[in-house]
């Protein structure tokens, strides 16, 4: 059964540092997100992606965090000025398409410790 | 404002007992509903999911969940509870025309012998 996968699935990064965190989509799907969980609290939307072009972002979702995708089969977070506040696991998902009829498909995340 | 509300934040239950893990949520249009499942260190795993037409939809792992429109609730059964059920349970919505879908705080079950 496809899956979506994350790397890496831990990274410890220094306050200040860049960080990029990949993720594979399953291969037929066109919509890409990225979540987050800060630890104990709940699952976040951070933003959407679709057509090389963000589609809805939260307020999270600030002049630091940067997605991409730069080739057929990745989709990238990056973050350009780690804080301690984002620490945090980063999960992935991907779908077919858009609406909430749509299963999104969730990676086992990243876990990032900022120190 | 959407959100969606699961009032447990942990539950105990012996193993083989049944479980009903509650789940409210706010949504001002036709929701889509999910659970999802975290087991320790893993990602969220799909359970379940609710669109339209009968209100008793049936998921993985013998888990079942009721929609009900008027009270607003979308509550998780499982008639016997095994110990590999424990794990944290995620309520989830989203809309017709919206990208993101929007997680409850999440029920952490443990189960005992």
């Known amino acids: 059964e496809p899956e979506v996968t994350q790397t890496p699935s831990h990274q410890v990064t220094q306050m200040g540092q860049e960080v990029i965190l990949r993720c594979v989509p399953i291969?037929?799907?066109?919509?890409f997100y990225w979540y987050r969980q800060i630890l104990g609290q709940k699952v976040e939307f951070l933003v959407s992606?679709?057509?090389?072009?963000?589609?809805?972002k939260s307020e999270i979702f600030d002049d630091q965090f940067s997605v991409e995708r730069p080739d057929g089969s990745n989709f990238t977070l990056k973050i350009r000025s780690t804080k301690l506040e984002d620490s945090a696991m980063y999960f992935c998902?991907?779908?077919?398409?858009?609406?909430?009829?749509?299963?999104?498909?969730f990676g086992p995340g990243t876990r990032l410790l900022v120190l | 404002a959407q959100s969606v509300t699961q009032p447990d934040i942990h539950i105990t239950v012996s193993e083989g007992a049944s479980l009903e893990l509650r789940c409210n949520y706010s949504?001002?249009?036709?929701?889509?509903l999910f659970w999802y499942v975290q087991s320790p260190g893993q990602g969220l795993q799909l359970l379940l999911k609710?669109?339209?037409?009968?209100?008793l939809v049936q998921g993985i792992k013998g888990f079942e969940a009721e929609f009900k429109r008027s009270q607003s609730s979308f509550n998780l059964r499982k008639p016997s509870v095994h110990w590999s059920d424990a794990a944290e349970y995620f309520c989830?919505?989203?809309?017709?025309?919206?990208?993101?879908?929007?997680f409850g705080a999440g029920t952490r079950l443990f189960v005992k012998a």
């Open positions: 998902a991907s779908s077919r398409s858009s609406g909430g009829g749509e299963t999104q498909y």
């Open positions: 291969s037929n799907h066109l919509y």
């Open positions: 992606f679709y057509n090389n072009e963000i589609s809805e």
């Open positions: 949504y001002g249009a036709t929701p889509y």
């Open positions: 609710y669109f339209s037409g009968d209100t």
């Open positions: 989830a919505v989203a809309g017709t025309g919206g990208f993101k879908t929007i």
